[in-house]
Every structure is written in structure tokens, then in C-alpha cells.
């Protein structure tokens, strides 16, 4: 890592292994990070464009004697706050999500509309070079914002954040990926790189958007300035806030597509690893406070009171009006569609891979040049955006069409550009508008012949240019909007070509091309032909839309991973897939514990100065607590205690001069429930001195007495089903046979251990296949 912050790439080969005329055994093939050649180890990982330490979080609730005390004594109404509270921040999740939302589309649609407002003006008046100067310097002004404040300000905003929220709720800490800062870079950053007219939406970063307020909510405000609310204490845990910000992150996708069920559904399907029906509930209840909010501003909009934001609100292609007319023939090029969105989809995902290693190459040389890479693609951008229209032929406006053209204003379906009166440009109405715009354009219905074929190519060749080389630069970005308007182009283009041997309007087409290449890159299908529904608001389309999602998904799948998935792997996050290795139940957990150093425990009353020594030598967030007259013989395992508890011990004070075990009374004077639920563990900060070294502490009213154990001989495919779907941090590895003299705990295997890479290092004889390669 160099002084910047940034990752140097490893150039040792994945697997460990010189292979000879391996295609894949090059630089931008291997990992972002250098990979330890231990099975545990300590993770580094890109959170956002910032290098961040990794830990996991703690989603298994903690039975110690505090919270078993402080379960019992909760009266009804204390119960009834709790229900209560969770609903009232899922309404304020869903109110706050809505609100920004309207904001960033507001802020976007009237920046972006006064720069093509002065861009059009110059244009009418054939003074191009002006118009060119005018388009260019306020997109790279407005790159200049975005750039600027993600890179010094806000690392962490970079991206999509997509991924990050996905790592989370499986259970990776994240740092300061939910602050108070970073939701402003991304509400600022976005309005600036969306309205400079990059490839790329506002769509991802309203989901981190919407995952902010939720944590800022459930922790009660910036961690500077929190509330202390004496309620909020019940959500001042990992498992509450996990599901705030599940909440968040529906609410994020409600509020970019305007589609509640969808955002549900994609929080389910694409997000979340750890589900169930009152969470269901709640995310529904989100999205539904999400559309009311964003229906009422469209209300208000459309009255003419919010400056040049569009006419039609949210909703993207409102095809309702449209009679969907299919029969049996069009089965073969709906199909293609399907067959071309996994291909391409995956050929994206394959090149995107390529182009973010490179990007990784080119930001660590320092922050300068991730300014000066955001500038130049942001140049390249308006240059071509400009002046590709020039090679479009002039297309006479057919009089039969309500819609006015031509036109050079802010939108409109027919731009004259450069043609003269009575003729549009087709690529102008596509390049000169609002990337909202231009999808709007590209799906109009009943228009067959408004955009010609060598337009078309054009549009479709750039946009794949521009979605390589734009998704990673440092500022905020989505994938969905540069996928669309790829799949729409190429799905505009096989109804152009199909003609009159289909019954299936051009625009429909568009819309079922962008669906495909969804599916393929993202590799969804069920949120995904929601959205699409709600988008179209229109019933017919169902069939053929689950038909080509369905296509471009399997076809995508036999080629490579998901692109969240491949950035997941890309930034180090070690996330734990669904299923395991079909070679994991070849290793059992006994086994694969015997590759790792000697557990630590600790005595149930242990020595201060063993407790310091501990936590001075080792890095591990986990202590196995023993009791007994000695560590080898007649000893039982109590539970596990956690490193930031002995910390917190340790700040205060809690020693005693004799080897005893204390009263209930006792823990309860020192310690709250909400204390140890805080994530505290610098032991730096620790001072003890020697008289104290000789004190004691005891451990029992602090240890989780319920941890999950399981059997040695137990397959580590199972342990990992087990640790994943239960959301644990460690799991301790019992023997098979309890005989005297042994001690009842032989490990602890952890999210680190789990991991088919990290296993592979230690065993490499049980995959006979590369582990380098992504699948």
C-alpha cells in the first residue's frame, strides 16, 4: 500500500502455482489485493475507492448474563417501543429515501436543462464551436465537484456502493460506508456526474443513499452528533441495523424506479443474505412511503413548479397506451434478444474487469490522477456526445406525429441540431439530451423509422465504450442506467431489422434489449421483471419479459459471474456465496482447524496480566472461556467472549483482588447491556499497571454461553451453510470424543477460514481446477 491509501496489485500468480502458457496468469487477471498465503488472515479490502480494514460483524445475539437479565425485565411496554420504533424508522427511512430522491432529480433535470438550454441557443444560432465550449466546460465543471469531493472528502462514496451493501448484510463490517459524510458526497456527487452527462445513473447511489439514512437513523445521527435517546438503545446492535438498512437499500431502488414491489423484490434477490417475513413487512412498508413521496412531488411538478424538470415524473416508459400484440413467430426474436443480452451481458462483465484493474494501476500513482482520469473521460464524453451527431444524415419530420419538430430545446424526441428547418438529427435527440432522456427517446412507441440503422450502431458502439470506461473513476456511479441504454440500442436494432415480419412495436423491442442485458450483466431476473413492469405499467408485457430474462440469465451464467460479484472479488470483500464448493465436503472442520495456529482461551476467572498479554499478542476478536481446576483436566467449556468486552473491561477497572466469582448484583453496577453492545476495542488506549497486572477478573457474567459449536468431524460444506445462514462471526470447533484430559474446544473457524481461496492455500490438492479464475 502506498501512501495514498491505495492497493498494490499482487503480480504472483492466484493459485501459487508458474503455469506455462496460462492465458489467465498475467497481471489484470490477479486479485486487488495481495493475497496472504495462510489460511486466516488479516483482510485488507476497497470499500468505495478506500483501502479499509475488515472485520466481521455480530449478528449472533450475545447471551451473556447481562442480556438474559435485561431480556427478562423488559416489561410489555418496553416491548411494544421496541415494535414500535422499528416501524416508525422504517417510515423514516422510506420519507427521507423519498425526499432525497426528488431532490437529486430535481437538482439534476434543471442543471442538466439550463446547460442544454445554452448549448440549444448557440446551436440555433449555427455557432457550434460556442455550443461545443459551452456543453464541454460545464460537464467538466461539473465532473471537477463530483471528482473533488470523493476523492478528498469521501472515499467511500466512489462507486455504485452496491457491492459494499451486499458485503454488509452477509456480514463484513464496512467502514464509514454508511456515514453522515459520505451521503453527502453521494447526494452531491451524483447530481454533479449524472448532470454532466457521464455514462452512468443515479440508481446505485440511491440505494447507498437510502442504506445511509437507514444506519444514520438506527444509530441516531452522525456519529459525532448522536442522539441519545434512551429508545434507541434497542437498536444499538448489528442485527437491527442490518435490517434498517435492508429497508434502506429497497427504498434506494423504489425511489430511482419508482417501483415499490421491485425494490422489495431486489433487496431480496440481489442484496440480502438473511431474510424473513416481518422484515418483508417492514421493506414494503419502506417502498410504500417511498412511492407516496415521490407521487406527491410529481403532483406538485407537474403543476409547473419545479423549473425544468420533465414532464411524466419518474416513470421512464409509460407504455401503457400501447397495444402488445405477439404471436407465435415472434418466439424466435424474442429468443435472440435473450441469447444476445447473456452474451453480451457477460462480454461486458469480462471487459469491465479488465478496464477496473487498469483504473487501479492508474490510481495508485496518487489522488491527482484519479482527478485527471475522472476530467479526461468526462472530455472524451462531451466530445463524442457533441460531436458524433455531425455524422447522423438530416431525417425529415413526418407531419403525422403530434409531438413538435423539430426542436432544440432542454427534451424533445426530434432534435434539428444542425439540420435545417422541417428535418431532425436522430443521434442529437439520442446524444444531446438527459441520459433519462435519451431512454425515454430510444423507447418511444409508434415511431419506426425515427432513428435510422447507422444511428443506431453509433449509439450503441459508444454507449459500450463509454460503459467500460466510466464505471470506475472516482465518483459516484450506477450500472443500470449505461446497461439500459445499451440494451436498448441493440434491441431497437433487431426490430428495425426484423421490420414487418413482427407484430411487436420498435420501442417494445428497446425495452425487452434492455431487460436482457440487465439479466446478463446483473444476472437478475425476478426484481428485475418487476421493475420492468412497473416501469412499462403494462400487463402484456409479463410473458415475453420473464421469457427474456430467463434466457439471458442462464446464458450469462455459463460464461462468467455477476458484475457484483466480480467487483465484489475485485475490492477483497470476502463474501460467503450460498453454496458451497462441491470439494468442501471432501475437508471436515477438524481438519481444516489443524491448518491454523493453536486455539487461545482463557480461564472463566483469569489474571489481568494474562488478559493484557492476550489481547497484546493477538489480533483474534474471540476467546473460548474454560472452566475447571486446570486447563487439561475435568475442564468445560463456558462460552466465548468477545475482544471488545475485555477491553471495555479493562477501561473500567472491573478487577478483583481475590479468584472468585462474582454476584449478578455486581456486573449490573459496572456494566449496561447497551455498552457492550458497542463496537469498542482499541486496546491502545489501555493503561494498566503492574500492581494491577496481579488483580483478577472474572469472565462469567460477560460470556455468550450459547455459542455455535460444531462436531470436528462435521464437512466444512455444512459448517459453512450453518455459518452463513445463521450470520455468524466464529464458530467454535468441538471434539468428536470428550475423553479426560482433552480440552472441550479444539478452534474457532471464522468467515476468513470459510473462504474457498483461503482453504485452497492450505489444501490445494482438493480442486484439480485453477482457483484463480473467477468461476
Not at 415524473?313 to 397506451?321: A, P, Q, T
Not at 441493440?490 to 434492455?514: H, P, W
Request: with cysteine; glycine share 8%; net charge neutral.
Amino acid at each position: 500500500m502506498d501512501e495514498d491509501g491505495n492497493l498494490q496489485i499482487s503480480n504472483s500468480n492466484y493459485n501459487g502455482e508458474e503455469e506455462e502458457g496460462d492465458p489467465e496468469n498475467n497481471t489484470l487477471n490477479q486479485p486487488l489485493l495481495k493475497r496472504h498465503r495462510t489460511l486466516s488472515s488479516t483482510p485488507l479490502a476497497l470499500v468505495g475507492a478506500k483501502v479499509s480494514h475488515i472485520e466481521s460483524l455480530d449478528y449472533e445475539i450475545n447471551e451473556n448474563d447481562l442480556f438474559k437479565h435485561d431480556w427478562r425485565s423488559r416489561s410489555k411496554t418496553q416491548v411494544f417501543q421496541y415494535i414500535f420504533l422499528k416501524w416508525t424508522l422504517a417510515c423514516l427511512v422510506g420519507l427521507f429515501t423519498g425526499l432525497i430522491a426528488t431532490l437529486i432529480n430535481l437538482a439534476i433535470e434543471n442543471i442538466a436543462g439550463y446547460k442544454l438550454l445554452a448549448v440549444g441557443y448557440y446551436i440555433g444560432q449555427d455557432r457550434f464551436w460556442t455550443g461545443l465550449m459551452i456543453f464541454t466546460g460545464a460537464n467538466l465543471g461539473l465532473t471537477l465537484v463530483a471528482t473533488v469531493l470523493v476523492v478528498y472528502f469521501a472515499p467511500t462514496a466512489a462507486g455504485p456502493g452496491i457491492p459494499e451493501i451486499k458485503a454488509y448484510l452477509n456480514g463484513i463490517d464496512t467502514p464509514n460506508m454508511f456515514g453522515f459524510t459520505t451521503m453527502m458526497v453521494k447526494i452531491v456527487g451524483s447530481i454533479g456526474a449524472v448532470a454532466a452527462g457521464l455514462d452512468l445513473g443515479k440508481e446505485g447511489p440511491l440505494v447507498h443513499i437510502g442504506s445511509c439514512i437507514a444506519s444514520l437513523l438506527g444509530q441516531g445521527g452522525p456519529d459525532n452528533h448522536r442522539i441519545k435517546w434512551r429508545w434507541l438503545r434497542y437498536f444499538n446492535n448489528d442485527r437491527d441495523r442490518r435490517d434498517l438498512i435492508t429497508c434502506g437499500s429497497a427504498s434506494g431502488v423504489c425511489a430511482a424506479f419508482r417501483s415499490p414491489v421491485g425494490g422489495v423484490l431486489f433487496a431480496l434477490e440481489e442484496v440480502a443474505t438473511w431474510w424473513r417475513s416481518a422484515l418483508l413487512w417492514r421493506t414494503f412498508f419502506s417502498t410504500a412511503v417511498v412511492v407516496v413521496v415521490l407521487r406527491a412531488f410529481i403532483e406538485i411538478c407537474n403543476s409547473g413548479k419545479c423549473g425544468l424538470f420533465g414532464s411524466g415524473g419518474l416513470i421512464m416508459f409509460d407504455v401503457s397506451h400501447v397495444e402488445v400484440r405477439y404471436h407465435a413467430a415472434d418466439i424466435i426474436p424474442v429468443t435472440l434478444i435473450g441469447v444476445f443480452g447473456g452474451i453480451l451481458g457477460s462480454l461486458y462483465n469480462h471487459f469491465l474487469h479488465k478496464v477496473l484493474r487498469l483504473y487501479n494501476l492508474i490510481n495508485q500513482k496518487g489522488k491527482i490522477h484519479k482527478v485527471l482520469l475522472s476530467l479526461g473521460v468526462s472530455l472524451f464524453t462531451s466530445v463524442c456526445l457533441y460531436g458524433l451527431p455531425f455524422l447522423a444524415e438530416c431525417k425529415p419530420c413526418n407531419p403525422s406525429i403530434d409531438e413538435t419538430c423539430p426542436t432544440n430545446g432542454r427534451s424533445g424526441n426530434f432534435k434539428q441540431f444542425n439540420c435545417p428547418n422541417g428535418y431532425y438529427n436522430d443521434l442529437a435527440t439520442l446524444f444531446l439530451t438527459t441520459n433519462d432522456d435519451a431512454v425515454r427517446n430510444i423507447f418511444s412507441s409508434n415511431t419506426p423509422n425515427e432513428f435510422g440503422m447507422v444511428s443506431l450502431w453509433i449509439f450503441f458502439g459508444l454507449y459500450c465504450i463509454l460503459g467500460l470506461i466510466t464505471f470506475g473513476i472516482a465518483t459516484p456511479s450506477g450500472l443500470f442506467l449505461p446497461i439500459i441504454l445499451m440494451g436498448s440500442a441493440y434491441g431497437r436494432m433487431l426490430g428495425t431489422a426484423m421490420g414487418s415480419y413482427t407484430n411487436i412495436d420498435q420501442g417494445l423491442y428497446a425495452v425487452l434489449g434492455a431487460a436482457s442485458l440487465m439479466a446478463g450483466s446483473m444476472r437478475m431476473t425476478v426484481s428485475l421483471c418487476v421493475i420492468f413492469l412497473e416501469l412499462t405499467n403494462n400487463l402484456l408485457l409479463l410473458p415475453i419479459t420473464m421469457f427474456v430474462l430467463l434466457i439471458a440469465k442462464t446464458v450469462g451464467d455459463s460464461f462468467n459471474l455477476s458484475i457484483y460479484e466480480i467487483i465484489l472479488h475485485l475490492k477483497g470483500l470476502p463474501f460467503l456465496e450460498a453454496n458451497p464448493e462441491p470439494w468442501m465436503r471432501n475437508l471436515t472442520v477438524g481438519e481444516l482447524n489443524d491448518a491454523k495456529p493453536p486455539v487461545v482461551t482463557l480461564n472463566g476467572v483469569e489474571k489481568v496480566a494474562n488478559i493484557v498479554d492476550v489481547l497484546r499478542n493477538t489480533t483474534h476478536n474471540a476467546f473460548p472461556v474454560l472452566d475447571g481446576a486446570d486447563q487439561t483436566t475435568g475442564t468445560e467449556l463456558h462460552g466465548l467472549i468477545l475482544r471488545a468486552h475485555l477491553v471495555k473491561v479493562l477501561k473500567k477497572r472491573w478487577f478483583l483482588n481475590e479468584k472468585r466469582r462474582t454476584e449478578e448484583w455486581e456486573v449490573r453496577e459496572k456494566f449496561t447491556p447497551v455498552e457492550l453492545a458497542e463496537r469498542e476495542d482499541n486496546f491502545d488506549d489501555v493503561a494498566i499497571t503492574s500492581s494491577e497486572m496481579q488483580l483478577y477478573v472474572d469472565l462469567h457474567p460477560l460470556t455468550n454461553t450459547t455459542p455455535y459449536t460444531v462436531v470436528q468431524s462435521m464437512s466444512v460444506a455444512k459448517a459453512l451453510v450453518l455459518f452463513r445462514s445463521v450470520g455468524l462471526r466464529h464458530l467454535l470447533v468441538v471434539p468428536k470424543i470428550q475423553a479426560s484430559g482433552m480440552s472441550p474446544v479444539i478452534g474457532i473457524l471464522t468467515r476468513q477460514d470459510l473462504r474457498a481461496y483461503n482453504i485452497l492455500q492450505a489444501f490445494p490438492h482438493l480442486d484439480k481446477h485453477k482457483s484463480g479464475k473467477l468461476r
